[in-house]
Nanobody
Framework: VQLQASGGGLVQAGGSLRLSCAITGRLSRSVAVGWFRQAPGTEREFVAAITGSVATTYYADSVKGRFTISRDNAKDMAFLQMNNLKPEDAAVYYC?????????????????WGQGTLVTVSS
């Protein structure tokens, strides 16, 4: 499985961005997909995740109600719609995938990672 994240950029506070994650590989439609972010000097933190088959979604409390994770299995894509962005949302965002997970919020449980896309939010 290989992943490629895109869609980052510079946006004003209150604005929106849509991140995309292209997923390739034999297990692409069955893997769970997570989005994580990492700001300078901080640890990588969980943002959102979506399971493979049932597409159950999970969110960090800090983004709940503002971010929406989704996937389009026909196109082997996952998305993170980010609305009402705040300066504290600025980070490098990574998509990750794994066929089996005990805890979708743990970065160390994901087997495959994309290269990251930078989100900058100006105040």
């Amino acid at each position: 499985v290989q992943l490629q994240a895109s869609g980052g950029g510079l946006v004003q506070a209150g604005g929106s961005l849509r991140l995309s994650c292209a997923i390739t590989g034999r297990l692409s439609r069955s893997v769970a997909v997570g989005w994580f972010r990492q700001a300078p000097g901080t640890e990588r933190e969980f943002v959102a995740a979506i399971t493979g088959s049932v597409a159950t979604t999970y969110y960090a409390d800090s983004v709940k109600g503002r971010f929406t994770i989704s996937r389009d299995n026909a196109k082997d894509m996952a998305f993170l719609q980010m609305n009402n962005l705040k300066p504290e949302d600025a980070a490098v965002y990574y998509c990750a995938a794994a066929p089996w997970l005990n805890d979708l919020r743990r970065a160390d449980e994901y087997d495959y990672w994309g290269q990251g896309t930078l989100v900058t939010v100006s105040s």
